[in-house]
């Protein structure tokens, strides 16, 4: 039985795919969490379903499923007579990010080592590059998503796919972190860290890559400063006005 959307349009049922210009419920997830990560949606903006799914051209049935993916990886909150909104991390919740990602990506620097090919190096020196560029044209978010890129690109390095899944989950959540309680211009960490981390990997030195990974991480940590953003509901129609 075809089920309706709210644009009056209707979708095949059971197949969990619904069609929006082309785009899937995998492309709209997508479309979402980059606008999360990118800080076009920023921590605690409301994310009404109707909206979604008129922006979409899919059922809510379809929009509910987006957001509870979103809500397992903790870039969305589900607050029941509420609904959905993008995840504001508490001081709490940053601390606990911070201490994991030390635990696991300080840990995976040994086996990245040893794993390391050169063609893995150019790639991360071009992910470290346009890093730096866009810190210098002062594209925040831009650095930020590159950020998050880089380190969960390192973590597939070290071979091990579970915990490198794990990292870049936490990466994620570091984005939304750094939004919350960053500071603009500057990730908390020297624009040349990832180019030094490179150079340790690429000698095979797995102890000094663990080393500075630990000093990188806590630098981004001692760098974020408290401070409340209000509440606010975002136009979902022009941030997707692309996507859609």
Excluded at 53 to 80: C, M, N, Y
Excluded at 160 to 169: E, K, R, S, W
Excluded at 187 to 203: K, M, Q, R, V, Y
Aim: aromatic share 4%; net charge negative; proline share 2%.
């Amino acid at each position: 039985m075809a089920e309706t959307t709210s644009s009056g349009r209707s979708q095949g049922a059971g197949s969990g795919t619904g069609k929006a210009g082309g785009k899937g419920l995998d492309a709209i997830y997508r479309s979402i969490s980059e606008a999360i990560i990118e800080h076009r949606l920023k921590p605690g903006a409301r994310l009404r379903e109707d909206a979604l799914a008129d922006v979409f051209g899919v059922s809510r049935t379809g929009i509910r499923k987006v957001l509870q993916r979103l809500a397992l990886e903790q870039l969305v909150t589900l607050t029941p007579m509420r609904g959905a909104s993008v995840t504001r991390p508490s001081v709490d919740e940053a601390r606990d990010v911070f201490e994991a990602r030390l635990m696991v990506e300080c840990a995976l620097m040994e086996a990245a080592a040893k794993r390391i090919t050169e063609e893995d190096i150019q790639e991360l020196r071009e992910m470290a590059k346009q890093e730096r560029e866009a810190l210098r044209n002062r594209e925040q978010r831009t650095a930020i998503k590159l950020s998050a890129t880089f380190h969960a690109r390192l973590a597939e390095i070290s071979g091990n796919q579970t915990l490198a899944g794990f990292v870049g989950q936490l990466a994620s959540r570091s984005s939304l972190i750094l939004a919350v309680y960053g500071n603009a211009g500057h990730l908390g960490c020297e624009s040349h860290d990832h180019d030094n981390l490179i150079d340790f990997l690429a000698a095979g030195d797995g102890a000094k890559a663990s080393d500075f990974m630990e000093r990188h991480l806590k630098s981004i940590e001692a760098s974020l400063s408290i401070f409340e953003e209000p509440e606010e509901t975002p136009d979902l129609r022009d941030i997707f006005a692309v996507d859609a």
